[in-house]
């Protein structure tokens, strides 16, 4: 049996493989990727042999009860499994991309992008809130240089702004939190049923507002400042960083946190629950108002990913287990919609030197692969068959109507019907607008197209897919229904 | 209270000394001068420190026939230790402001920090 | 012969760096006074870890000097709280006086440099004397041995504003000094000895009077200039960002930290926390404690020398060890014990890559080493990865400080004051920052002179050395911990 902790070292591993092999290209794209697909098949491996995988691997023991630990969940499985899928793909993306960038930091960006997904994979699998926390400022660090990869005036503005708000919060927030918890609770591991059971409720409801507020990542407003200005990075960034592994490791540290820190039987009688639960509602519909005004497609996409952030945090609030499927679904649903958008974004840039939507008509027909599969990736973020978007929506609108807010069920359906609006307004304005003159055809290399085809694809496949998922998160439900 | 002059005389003479020193380390600028603050500040000290050693008709601890009352020779002993030490701190102070002096050309610190920041940019 | 020695031990430890000191001036060559540096700091560590195996086992060494017992004599005490500081400021010491051996940034004209050595050793035994000795007025005597010592060394740096520096920290730390002195004298005025043990235990007899209190305000005045307490501060960033790179890597692990070990003593041990708190000490040191922590990482932002930037951070951290020792509690006693020993390393570790920056790129000013980071990996990576441990990420030895130091704060039941600690935190990693996108992402504004000689083995060995330690207490912390744990039972211990 392979340890869970191998998952988090192969691509710290890979990441120092590729600085070693940073002087022959050909064998540093090989270290890539084999990276990528190393750490899929671990994954892939824990998720096939679920049952050896019962026991909690303590990889540092610090202090006698803070230790750096591994264990494989459900919703951490889910997580991981999503990063694992998506990264090897990315890659091959990242390298064509940058290629035709010409990028000559490659070495640099790739190596960096291993530790970030090293991080991102120690967050899944982490035991406790410690090894969650340290995975989480690790992520941080490591991606602020990909963030201000072309060192620009604007980049490091921007680097700047993402590391103050994620330190900011993280710091004073949430690692007050996870020492409050640390102290009062009875134990910083994710257990199901919580660590919470015996304090006092005033201390939960502050816990709830530190934790809510101190997870930047996951851009609950007004904490969501960072997400639009990292969009200076690179594509590849943006979509595997920024649209799964950094903001997905914010939701999911929430849904991990409600679920196994605080328990649903507690959360729900917690009076400030009803109330902090219309901060994330607010965030879905506000960030979708500012998403239609967005002429930058980059910028209209960040603002998206906040509003679909907060259906997750709203769905982890919920704190029922219809609410916690949906969550979970959510998170793989709108990565692999998401991922398509970016990746189309990127290679609309690379490929047409467009980044305004409204300069996009009549673009589709000269690069009919890259808006299909934008085309594809709007259902599912908006939620229409045939993409598993739908499924998630699903679980999140029965989990609304589980809690008996109706209010906040038409939030999610109103922030859903204006994705349709801004979403599909792209390649619908792409293929059936008049072009301003005629165009060549413009569509990129098959590496560039490739991976954006690959992960539409599996959005529609998810669609087909979403019972197994649902059965891995009913399972996590069950455990906690008898803990 | 009638007592509180001169019954503590000492520790009025302490007082006064030390606040005097102290007034001449914060408030002179030339650095000779604040050596001469700090021994008078020291001094101040010491002086506690040895008329608390002193008893009423104790006379100076040797024994020999007829006394019976001796006064403390233990603050004696410290202060004497005391003393070296301050002497060694006023040596190493003077030995500095020669340094100052030869670097700077002048003792007073006014005249030191007054000049346009001369910040050595790239140090050889 | 050997067993003999053994029972020696605690004078050992002050007596060897005293003659060796006396012998580096009598031999006066560079090398020998080099050899002797290295071949003293080693025998030091030794005695300290010695000295370490012999009290694990017994609990407390009781060493009377010259024969006489105390309280009469003067006596050498061992306890676990004395190892734990003196092994502490051996490694610290033994591992810049390899830096040492580099290149050293100073002004030492010929056959000046074995005067240096012995300036060295004697502040080493001074501050050694500091922590072994049990009695009152040695402390002093001890600490103006190491203080002026300490003046020297100063004045040794490159810059003539050194001497400046030199000069006004001697002014200050006299009169710190003699506050010291004075606090003695009161308290021989009141109890009749200058044993420590024996102090405490008569002014526990005897309660607090007029005298007692305000022999304790002078002290912790005395001890808050020597330790840089934040209003008390002032001479602590011109005297470590103009003296020599190695001694400033030496002060920056050993000097304030032996000063925060006599507060701690004296405040708990010696008054009890009983009588040091029927005064509000514990309020004005926290109030001083987050004055500092919170002000000087914002005037640290705002620094133009790198030197000095770090020194405003070491003002910054010492407040983390004076709000636990304010504390009052066993706790906040462990927390101050695990923070002295962990911000040793990490400062000793960032100002020997700070040293190696400025020996290779010739400049301290911070605008000007725009993109060094690419010239010069190594010191900037291990700058980066102390800079993360003064910030306190997880996986850093400060984590575990701050977590200790927080849980304290907590057990105390003052929770709030985790909010100012966090927030230093947090300006700590402003100022980091700071540097970290000027050193990797701001373009390189001036061609800078910068030589490119290799790293020599004294450069790069102890700071490897340093770095593990770092690297490996910031993922066991169990024996720091552990052992602040055992240190602040035996000071609490004994208080009462």
Known sequence: MIPVSAVVLIPLLGAIGIVLARRHVGLRNLVLVLTGIGNLAMVGHIALNLSGYQEVQVLFETLPGLSIAFHVEPLGLVFGLTAGILWPITSIYAVSYLDACRDTHQTRFHALFCVAIGSAMGIAFSENLFTLFLFYEMLTFSTWPLVTHSRTREAVSAGRVYLGVLLASSLLLFLLAIVLVGNYGSGLSFVPGGQLASTSPALVAVL?????????????????????????APAPVSALLHAVAVVKAGVFSMLKITVYIFGYDLLNVVFLRDILIWFPAATVLVASFIAMRQDDIKARLAYSTVSQLSYIVTGALMANSLALIGSGMHIVMHAFGKITLFFCAGAI???????????????????????????????????????????????LALGALELGQVAILGVLMLSSLMNVYYLLAVPLRAFFLPAPQPQARLECRPALIGPLVLTALLSCALFFLSGDLQGLLADLTRRMASP | MTDAIPGLFNYWVAIGLFVCGLVMILDSRNMIRKMVGLNMFQSAVFLLFITMGKVENGHAPILADGISRFSNPLPHVLILTAIVVGVATTAVGLALVVRIRRAYGTVDEDEIFDRPEVEPEIVP | MISSALKHLPVLQVVVPLLVAALCVLAGSRFLARTALILTALVMLSISLMLAGQVYPDGVISYALGGWPPPWGIEYRIDMLTVFVLITINLVNLAAAVFALGRNDDNLGRGAHAAFYAAWLLCMAGLNGM???????????????????????????RDPRA???????????????????LSIGLLYMHTGTLNLTDLAQRIDARGANRTVI???????????????????????PNAYSFAPNSVTVLLSGTATKVALYVLLRFVHDLFGVDHALSVPVDIVLVACAISGMLVAPLIALRESNLKRMFAWSSVAQISYIILAIGLGTGAGVAAALVHLFNHSIIKVAVFMAVGILIARTGTARIRHLGSVAHTHRFACYTLLFGGLGLIGLPGTPGFVSKWVLV????????????IPVLAG???????????????????ADIPLQQTRSPLAFVEWFPLVVVMGLVLWFGLHASLVTGWAGLAAAALTGNGS
């Open chain 1, 349 to 395: 840039m690379i490929c047409s030197g467009k980044k305004y939507i409204s300069d996009m008509n009549g673009l589709g027909r000269s690069m009919p692969w890259t808006f299909g599969a934008f085309f594809v990736a709007s259902l599912s973020i908006a939620g229409l068959p045939p993409t598993g978007g739908v499924w998630s929506k699903w679980y």
């Open chain 3, 407 to 418: 849980s304290a704060v907590v057990e105390r039941g003052w929770w709030w004051l985790a």
């Open chain 3, 214 to 236: 305000m022999a304790l305000a002078f002290l912790i005045i005395g001890l808050g200039i020597k330790c840089a307490m934040m209003p008390l501060h002032d001479w602590l």
């Open chain 3, 131 to 157: 922590v072994v000795t049990n009695d009152a007025f040695n402390v002093f005597v001890f600490l103006e041995i190491s203080s002026l010592a300490t003046y020297v060394l100063i004045g040794c740096g």
């Open chain 3, 163 to 181: 001497l400046l520096a030199s000069y006004r920290y001697l002014v200050m730390g006299a009169v710190g000094a003699t506050f010291i002195l």
């Open chain 1, 208 to 232: 709830l507002v530190l934790f809510v507020f101190g997870i930047g990542k996951a851009a609950v407003m007004p904490l969501h400042r960072w997400l639009p200005r990292a969009m200076v």
């Open chain 3, 425 to 443: 935190s947090l300006a700590s990693a402003a100022y980091v920052w700071r540097i970290v996108e000027i050193l990797w992402a701001k373009p």
